[in-house]
């Protein structure tokens, strides 16, 4: 069977090479080692990379960092940023899917005011009937305080990290830019949740402009285990009521999406590019020993993915496409603007992106044996004119930062969507642009988000 990939998002639940022995019991740490390193040898971008005299007496974790060609700004300029492994396969294949034990609310954590070492969790979206959702939670929310304990460097990441109940104390930032401490708290305890990752759909009508707007979270087909292709069809529906609406612009955003499957890509891709179902979206370029396999047994069609035909397309009828991103979109939001810049211009509003330019498979034991979950890069991604370069993330034509002040999705006042429509429509409806200064600042204080972990660690990101 053809491998999907994940492209984060290149991800494809593959048992491969795994252990042949018909009984459940644990694998020991050297067999599980063993299971590693065999799947590296063949699936690893860098193979020829990789140690012939591996240590299997370390951990299993210890033992995959061990094998890994780790990027270097100065020795290994190339190499990898993004690959992992997880103590459960079960829970790496969840998360990657979109279900995780969580509160429900995504928030980012900034160091305010400016140089101090306060430190204010700003939230950035809250999911439908979630825990934080039933507490009160909503975008724009500001907390300060964790069970009683004003936040610092020092100590946030203690704070927060549990899974058990937290109590979160409330703050608010004033006209004059002071943050104002307030004493309302609210309780969340974490459950397991299962994330639909397209949050929020509207239209403008601005002048002679018709402009769909769409908020996409993660790139996922559909619900955990599921196989009904659910959360791409409600793109498509989507798309479908833009088409309707004689829409001439499309506003897609971006900016909180660390990427996902590569098929929902590739349908994302599909309903909004000026091309055909003969035309090439993406290729993938692999290691010597894949590319050798696969061209075997597949031919060329293995190494690229076309574009589907889509009866909801809106190609033909868009004169602008703008992409909101920042530093948390990654991956398949990258692949989708490298795989549509040859066919169209799209215009980015927002910070510089991640820079994943890579894919990766998820490798599992079929046998249950070996209990953790790989998920090493595999492969390069390019787009029609054979060009990936943006290892190093795009850089935005036109720079915006949301700041610590949020409006709700949809709400001319946010300063992407603000950019992005004056870029469509030449009229300023809200405000001005900030100044480079004003956006290194706010940049420069940010210290983390939990968009960074959706995917399974910091800053990792998958792929199908």
């Known amino acids: 069977m053809k491998l999907k990939l994940l492209l984060a998002i290149l991800s494809i639940s593959a048992a491969v090479l795994s252990c042949k022995e018909k009984n459940v019991d644990p694998a020991t740490e050297r067999e599980t080692n063993e299971w590693i390193y065999e799947n590296m040898k063949y699936w690893y971008y860098w193979n020829d990379n990789m140690t012939t005299s591996p240590d299997y007496s370390k951990d299993p974790a210890s033992f995959f960092e061990s094998l890994l060609y780790r990027y270097d700004a100065t020795l290994r300029p190339d190499g990898d940023r993004f690959s992992w492994i997880q103590e459960s396969a079960e829970e790496l294949e969840a998360s990657l899917a979109g279900q995780s034990k969580a509160s429900g609310m995504e928030y980012k954590l900034t160091y305010f005011p400016t140089g101090s070492s306060n430190v204010i969790g700003v939230v950035l979206y809250v999911l439908p ?3 934080a959702a039933k507490a009160g939670f909503a975008r724009g929310d500001i907390f300060s305080s964790v069970n009683g304990q004003k936040m610092t460097g020092a100590n946030y990441s203690q704070l927060l990290n549990s899974d058990e ?12 830019g002071a943050l104002m401490e307030g ?6 305890t974490p459950v397991v949740l299962q994330e639909d990752p397209v949050y929020f759909d509207t239209l403008y009508s601005i002048g002679a402009n018709k402009i769909g707007y769409v908020v996409y979270h993660q790139f996922i087909p559909e619900p955990y285990q599921a196989s009904n292709k659910q959360y791409d069809k409600k793109l498509d529906d989507i798309f479908n009521s833009f088409k309707n609406a004689n829409v001439n612009a499309l506003i897609v955003d971006l900016r909180y999406n660390p990427g996902g499957y590569v098929s929902s890509a590739t349908n994302l891709a599909s309903l909004i590019a000026k091309a055909t179902s003969n035309d090439i979206f993406y290729y993938k370029e692999y290691n010597t020993e894949v590319t050798e396999t696969n061209m075997k047994k597949y031919g060329e069609t293995y ?9 909801q397309n809106i190609g033909s009828q868009l004169s602008n496409v703008v992409f909101l991103v920042s530093s948390r979109s990654a991956s398949a939001s990258e692949l989708l603007i490298n795989g549509l810049k040859p066919y169209m211009n799209v215009t980015l509003v927002g910070g510089k992106t991640v820079g ?8 599992t034991d079929s046998k249950k044996k070996v209990k953790w979950g790989l998920q090493p ?10 060009k990936s370069d943006y290892n190093v993330g795009f850089t935005p034509d036109i720079a915006a930062s949301e700041g610590n002040i949020l409006y709700p999705y949809g709400n001319p006042k946010d300063p992407l969507l603000s950019e992005a ?5 030449g009229t300023r409806l809200t405000r001005q642009i900030k100044n480079a200064r004003t956006l290194q600042e706010e940049d420069s204080q940010e210290i983390t988000s939990t968009i960074q972990r959706k995917a399974g660690r910091s800053n990792m990101f998958y792929d199908k």
């Not at 109940?165 to 004059?176: F, H």
């Not at 190494?303 to 009866?311: G, N, P, R």
């Not at 890069?377 to 054979?386: C, H, P, R």
């Open 356 to 363: 994943k330019n890579v894919g990766s498979v998820t490798l």
């Open 303 to 311: 190494f690229y993915d076309k574009f589907a035909s889509k009866s």
């Open 377 to 386: 890069i595999v492969s390069k991604s390019l787009n029609k004119d054979k």
């Open 165 to 176: 109940k937290l109590t979160y104390t409330l703050a608010t930032i004033n006209a004059e």
């Open 421 to 425: 429509l004056f870029k469509i429509t």
């Open 183 to 188: 004493t309302t708290t609210r309780d969340i």
């Open 129 to 131: 009937d979630s825990p």
